[in-house]
């Protein structure tokens, strides 16, 4: 299994910005589809955004697109995920996952994902 670190979460008021970085183990970080999921109380996991390996193929959540953009820079073992004008229902624990099989078609899956990290928390006030 890969492990996984978030960080960057916080506490920001509707309309500002803040960017998750989630750093990973292994030596083959740029074979693995990375995704982003979030958690709200009460709520199921949904996903977020995922990107693919190599290639920089990238997928979104219609909530989030033209708000958040998620990228990865192979050299650091690290992908990110850069969220503007944010707001109060983005507020959850955003986790950051990796599928060390490189698929693509499952990319939206979060079952298809084999390796978790801890979550960090996203706080959105009014």
């Known amino acids: 299994q890969v492990q996984l670190v978030e960080s960057g979460g916080g506490l920001v008021q509707a309309g500002g910005s803040l960017r998750l970085s989630c750093a990973a183990s292994?030596?083959?970080?740029?074979?693995?589809?990375m995704g982003w999921f979030r958690q709200a109380p009460g709520k199921e996991r949904e996903f977020v955004a995922a990107?693919?390996?190599?290639?920089?193929?990238?997928y979104y959540t219609e909530s989030v697109k033209g708000r958040f953009t998620i990228s990865r820079d192979n050299t650091k073992n690290t992908v990110y995920l850069q969220m503007n004008s944010l707001k109060p229902e983005d507020t959850a624990v955003y986790y950051c996952?990796?599928?060390?099989?490189?698929?693509?078609?499952?990319?939206?899956?979060?079952?298809?994902?084999?390796?978790w990290g801890q979550g960090t928390q996203v706080t959105v006030s009014s």
């Open positions: 990107i693919s390996r190599s290639v920089g193929y990238t």
């Open positions: 996952a990796a599928d060390t099989r490189g698929l693509i078609a499952t990319m939206a899956v979060y079952n298809k994902y084999d390796s």
């Open positions: 292994g030596r083959t970080f740029s074979s693995y589809t």
